[in-house]
């Protein structure tokens, strides 16, 4: 159980183009979902959360206008990576929380996204 | 502000042990994770810590001491397979801050 998929795995866009990468809890209801990115050798940076059905809540240092989310049901949450750069190059990983008392997050496969 | 510190390598042989620390300096603290990640694949859960002490979970110890702000993983019997990066992350309500992550490599 507890099972989130990401698709793509990994894709590869032009400069100035955006990418949608969508995140799916497939045997369970996703109260909360977060979305993660990680350098070469670095951490994981929390940079959006998102609860179904209203806007997300961006860190500190995140453009909204420029990584859109939607979580428009229980089990897909999706991030818009808009006019992409080269230094948008990166790997995005989602989680999920099942209920608002569950601490543990479940965490997608990732996406890793290439701008030439 | 979140601050959290784990050695950047570790290198051990098959069969051996390691431990891997994991300091933190947070603004509020409510559980500190351990994952387990392999180059270009999700983090995997491997322990949870809310209280001071040991967790032992197979071949995998974690350890708190929250009035130290420290951690520690242990894993007993290495084997090939457990060349990866391992992750401390604490936990603040339902957010999660991640360590950059400690690479084990493992040696036959």
């Known amino acids: 159980g507890a099972v989130v998929s990401q698709h793509p795995s990994w894709v590869i866009c032009k400069s100035g183009t955006s990418v949608k990468i969508e995140c799916r809890s497939l045997?369970?209801?996703?109260?909360?979902m977060f979305w993660y990115r990680q350098f070469p050798k670095q951490s994981l940076m929390l940079m959006a959360t998102?609860?179904?059905?209203?806007?997300?809540?961006?860190e500190q240092g995140v453009e909204k206008d420029k990584f859109l989310i939607n979580h428009a049901s229980l089990t897909l949450s999706t991030l818009t990576v808009t006019s992409a750069h080269p230094e948008d190059s990166s790997f995005y990983i989602c989680?999920?929380?099942?209920?608002?008392?569950?601490?543990?997050?479940?965490f997608g496969p990732g996406t890793r996204l290439t701008v030439t | 502000g979140q601050n959290i510190d784990q050695p950047t390598e570790m290198t051990a042989t098959e069969g051996a042990i390691v431990q891997i620390n994991c300091t933190y300096q947070?603004?509020?603290?409510?559980?500190l994770f351990w994952y387990q990640q392999h180059a270009g694949e999700a983090p995997t859960f491997l322990s949870y810590?809310?209280?001071?002490g040991l967790e032992e979970k197979g071949r995998f110890s974690s350890f708190l001491s929250r009035s130290k702000g420290y951690s520690y993983l242990l894993l007993k019997e290495l084997q090939m397979k457990d060349s990866a990066s391992y992750l401390c992350?604490?936990?603040?309500?339902?957010?999660?801050?991640f360590g950059a992550g400690t690479t084990v490599t493992v040696r036959a």
């Open positions: 989680s999920a929380r099942e209920g608002t008392n569950d601490y543990e997050q479940y």
């Open positions: 045997d369970f209801q996703a109260t909360t």
């Open positions: 998102s609860n179904e059905g209203s806007k997300a809540t961006y």
């Open positions: 947070t603004s509020g603290f409510n559980g």
């Open positions: 810590n809310v209280l001071d």
């Open positions: 992350a604490v936990r603040k309500d339902y957010k999660l801050s």
